[in-house]
């Protein structure tokens, strides 16, 4: 590892390993924080499949390394067309 960096050993746990599927996401924040709340729509109902709370800092590493993924991909794959956004509001009940 360059500049004396060491190695960080990650565990995975078994009950994440799957993932959690989203088609949604609403992004809120404070001054300390931002919380992803990523849920699973389908109408007329959905619900909260995960939530992340990350600094501000964080975020703006999430921001560079999402935007640097999906031009990979475009390279790769051609454009991202954006989906159609949903029509109706979402509220936390």
């Known amino acids: 590892m360059p500049n004396g960096q060491k190695e960080l050993q990650v565990k ?4 994440l390993q799957g993932g959690a599927y989203a088609n949604n996401m609403v992004v809120s924040h404070t001054k300390e924080e931002f ?5 699973m729509v389908a109408p007329p109902a959905g ?3 995960s939530r992340v709370i990350v600094s501000p800092g ?3 590493r999430i921001l560079a390394a999402l935007q640097d993924n999906v031009a990979k991909y475009e390279k790769m794959f051609g454009d991202i ?3 159609e956004e949903p029509k109706a509001t979402i509220g936390f009940h």
């Not at 919380?35 to 849920?39: P, S």
């Open 12 to 15: 995975f746990p078994d009950h």
């Open 35 to 39: 919380v992803m709340d990523f849920l």
């Open 47 to 49: 619900s909260v499949t």
């Open 58 to 60: 964080h975020m703006k």
């Open 81 to 83: 067309q954006l989906a």
